[in-house]
């Protein structure tokens, strides 16, 4: 159970909060929520052993918790003014900073500033009721800002097309989009961003990918692929494995032959140098990686994300697929993050929809395989499941005949959300 409890001017708020966090529960989205009002004057959230504490628009110099702005009286600040002061204050959450034609939120991440923008910003309490309760089902703080603005306008344009209704933001078009080198309006805005902007990768062969095994052997790799397997990757952690190279150009080698999607996790510069298929990249890599020579090298990339700003930024980079994770505990990497579960998943599958395949990865073994299937991801990245099996071909065998589409695959996934069971 984790609690919410609001200043009493801010009271307002419930008739928004009650039917999100509704919502949420009957997604199972995240523990229940209890909500309460205080005198107190600022917003204090408790998840488990968690406690946040925030408050809007008011210059308490020493408040330690968040420090919410989203009040704007002309002559608006500008945006690059705002992107600094968020950089040098991690508490400080900027929301629906108006700008010329939209919108920009901003928020500190490691150091530096993050932003989405849109332009329309929705409806204000919605937006405010959005982030609180985000933020209370323990999403991250850039997931709970992006989902607050998908929200807002979500909440906005239900209300102007008289449904009324408020229901959990899941179509793209609601979502705003997050200011990369590659967002048409940077320069104008006058974000600055540390990327550079990148053409679309290459495709994959999205009949291919149903089942992905990641494995840590180019022997493994020659294995799979003997068995059929048609999409496989190479992961190898020590970097100063003295055979990485020789494994690296074993494995392309490999794929060439049997005609598979290989990709390499982590070595770009090795996956370029051989002509690798393609390579993984977690968002850990993306600091450092040149994505531009990796797209001019005509290589496909697939990139991890862990929740909605994640998949929003990766999306921009336009990859060759999209894989989302951890859904489950996994023992095999340890995770900063926790386990993101199938109802999450599912959401998270509606909102890239068919724009990019999808590949759900963490603890998935052959029985949770195929609920994770019937959220409509396009494919599902195993690792234990395949080298601890006591079988491993007959493991391939069995996930295969799991991981297939009826002819008709659409009129599944239209009712994908209503029909995934709880965890
Ligand atoms: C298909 C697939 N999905 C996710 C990952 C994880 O990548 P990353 O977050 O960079 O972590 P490492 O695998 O490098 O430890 C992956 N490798 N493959
Ligand atoms: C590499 C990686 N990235 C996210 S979870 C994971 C490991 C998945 O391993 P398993 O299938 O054994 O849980
Ligand atoms: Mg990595």
Same mark, same amino acid.
């Given at each position: 159970?984790?609690?919410?409890?609001?200043?009493?001017?801010?009271?307002?708020?419930?008739?928004?909060?009650?039917?999100l966090?509704?919502?949420?529960?009957?997604?199972?989205?995240?523990?229940?929520?209890?909500?309460?009002?205080?005198?107190?004057?600022?917003?204090?959230?408790?998840?488990e052993?968690?406690?946040?504490?925030?408050?809007?628009?008011?210059?308490? #110099?020493?408040?330690? @918790?968040?420090?919410?702005?989203?009040q704007?009286? =002309?002559?608006?600040?500008?945006?690059?003014?705002?992107?600094? *002061?968020?950089?040098?204050?991690?508490?400080?959450?900027?929301?629906?900073?108006?700008?010329?034609?939209?919108?920009?939120?901003?928020?500190?991440?490691?150091?530096?500033?993050?932003?989405v923008?849109?332009?329309? =910003?929705?409806?204000?309490?919605?937006?405010? =009721?959005?982030?609180?309760? #985000?933020l209370?089902?323990?999403y991250?703080?850039?997931d709970?800002?992006?989902?607050?603005?998908?929200?807002?306008?979500?909440?906005?344009?239900?209300?102007?097309?008289?449904?009324?209704?408020?229901?959990?933001?899941?179509?793209? !078009?609601?979502?705003?989009?997050?200011?990369?080198?590659?967002?048409?309006?940077?320069?104008?805005?006058?974000?600055?961003?540390k990327?550079?902007?990148? !053409?679309?990768?290459?495709?994959?062969?999205?009949?291919?990918?149903?089942?992905?095994p990641?494995?840590?052997?180019?022997?493994?790799?020659?294995?799979?692929?003997?068995?059929?397997?048609?999409? +496989?990757?190479?992961?190898?952690?020590?970097?100063?494995?003295?055979?990485?190279?020789?494994?690296?150009?074993?494995?392309?080698?490999?794929?060439?032959?049997?005609?598979?999607?290989?990709?390499?996790?982590?070595?770009?510069?090795?996956?370029? *140098?051989?002509?690798?298929? @393609?390579?993984?990249? @977690?968002? !850990?890599?993306?600091?450092t990686?040149?994505?531009?020579?990796i797209?001019?090298?005509?290589?496909?990339?697939?990139?991890? +994300?862990?929740?909605?700003y994640?998949?929003?930024?990766?999306?921009?980079?336009?990859?060759?697929?999209?894989?989302?994770?951890?859904?489950?505990?996994?023992?095999? *990497?340890?995770?900063?993050?926790?386990?993101?579960?199938?109802?999450?998943?599912?959401?998270?599958?509606?909102?890239?929809?068919?724009?990019?395949? +999808?590949?759900?990865?963490?603890?998935?073994?052959?029985?949770?395989?195929?609920?994770?299937?019937?959220?409509?991801?396009?494919?599902? =990245?195993?690792?234990?499941?395949?080298?601890?099996?006591?079988?491993?071909?007959?493991?391939?065998d #069995?996930f295969?005949?799991?991981?297939?589409?009826?002819?008709?695959?659409?009129?599944?996934?239209e009712?994908?959300?209503?029909?995934?069971?709880?965890?």
């Open positions: 159970m984790s609690s919410l409890c609001l200043p009493d001017h801010l009271t307002p708020l419930l008739m928004h909060v009650e039917p966090l509704a919502n949420a529960d009957q997604y199972q989205l995240g523990n229940t929520v209890s909500v309460s009002v205080s005198e107190s004057g600022v917003v204090d959230i408790k998840i052993e968690r406690q946040l504490s925030l408050i809007f628009n008011q210059a308490e #110099a020493d408040f330690s @918790g968040f420090k919410i702005l989203d704007w009286y =002309a002559p608006y600040p500008s945006v690059r003014e705002m992107q600094v *002061k968020v950089e040098q204050d991690s508490r400080v959450i900027v929301c629906g900073l108006p700008t010329e034609k939209g919108c920009v939120d901003i928020w500190h991440h490691n150091g530096e500033a993050r932003a923008y849109c332009h329309h =910003a929705g409806a204000g309490e919605p937006q405010r =009721a959005m982030l609180l309760c #985000a209370a089902l323990d991250p703080l850039e709970a800002v992006t989902l607050a603005r998908a929200h807002a306008r979500g909440y906005q344009s239900s209300h102007q097309d008289g449904h009324g209704e408020v229901s959990w933001p899941v179509s793209r !078009e609601l979502f705003p989009r997050p200011l990369t080198a590659n967002h048409p309006e940077v320069d104008v805005l006058g974000w600055q961003s990327e550079v902007a990148v !053409e679309p990768f290459c495709a994959t062969d999205a009949q291919q990918l149903a089942l992905y990641v494995v840590d052997t180019a022997e493994w790799v020659d294995r799979l692929l003997e068995l059929g397997v048609k999409t +496989t990757q190479l992961r190898i952690k020590n970097s100063q494995d003295p055979q990485l190279e020789t494994q690296v150009q074993q494995i392309i080698a490999a794929g060439n032959q049997y005609q598979a999607q290989v990709f390499v996790n982590d070595y770009w510069q090795l996956a370029i *140098k051989h002509q690798a298929y @393609g390579v993984h990249l @977690g968002q !850990e890599d993306l600091e990686a040149d994505l531009v020579a797209q001019q090298a005509g290589l496909r990339i697939g990139l991890s +994300t862990h929740g909605y994640e998949i929003l930024r990766a999306v921009e980079f336009s990859p060759s697929y999209i894989a989302l994770g951890h859904i489950f505990p996994t023992t095999t *990497k340890e995770m900063p993050s926790k386990p993101q579960g199938l109802n999450r998943l599912a959401l998270y599958q509606k909102l890239i929809g068919d724009t990019f395949p +999808t590949v759900a990865i963490g603890g998935i073994d052959l029985p949770r395989a195929e609920k994770v299937w019937r959220t409509g991801v396009s494919s599902v =990245a195993v690792v234990r499941a395949i080298t601890e099996a006591s079988d491993p071909a007959m493991a391939v #069995a295969n005949q799991l991981l297939v589409r009826p002819e008709f695959p659409d009129a599944i996934n009712k994908i959300t209503d029909r995934i069971d709880a965890d």
